[in-house]
């Protein structure tokens, strides 16, 4: 069996790229429903990551200017190189910053901030949301759109030797990120009112992706438990664990590239709060 699960292939912005591609359609219906009341021409992608809001929200507003936000330079570099593809490098700026650092970097003064799946991350989010307000331009807007965990792909009674093996792995993985990152899950409203927005809008959708017209949803799955796999290896039942080998495995009968039966599943909440002051 091929060394499936070698750390190699557990790099975060692979994962981030094919999220990106896998939830696409998603992720700009989200854009263009938020309640932007004129177009920015200022926007701030708060954890940027590889450039998944950054080039959706340049799709949809193509007069505005983005700053693109993040601590990893890895993903930055990607980031900027797919700009110089795009062609679009001159409408953005990559900025590296730990957003839970004292001080932060000049940021300008944005019409709009999006934060996707960033937030939770946070040792204070409270205080970047603070940070955040007091940056926005009056009446500007800030966009958090936060995911449930990691997206599911297998069907429950998969895969057939040990049902139900995603959703235990999952529960491991779960249990030890509730430890350091205690907002994941968060109501966000509470908290961005606290730091002094008005929130406009709130909404929750249902993500649901068939992979069998989509082979990119077979690739995101693979790499996804590559990486769920390296993290939760040393508590699964050792049943489990060849069982998830069996399916990493990309050369054997059971690997997970070769089911029909995938589906992307998970849950999108979009909190879209204003600075009124």
Sequence with gaps: MPHAHSPRHH???DILDLDAEVLAEHTAAIIAGLPVTTEPRRIVDLGSGTGAGTFALLDRFPEARIAAVDASAEHLLRLR?????RGVDGRVDTVR???????????GTPDLVWASASLHHLADPDRALRRVH???APGGLLAVVELAGFPRFLPADAPE????LEDRCHAVSDSRH?????HRGADWGPILTAAGFTVDKERALTVRIDGAHNPAVGIYALNGLRRLRHSVSD????ADRTALDHLLDTDGPGSILRRADLTLRTERSVWAARRTG
């Design 161 to 164: 030797d040990r049902p139900g």
């Design 11 to 13: 790099d975060q912005a």
């Design 235 to 238: 508590a699964l039942d050792p």
């Design 134 to 136: 007091d940056i926005l």
């Design 178 to 182: 509730s430890e350091h990152l205690s």
């Design 97 to 107: 910053a730990d957003l839970d650092a004292a001080e932060w970097p000049a940021l």
């Design 81 to 85: 190189e797919k700009a110089c593809a």
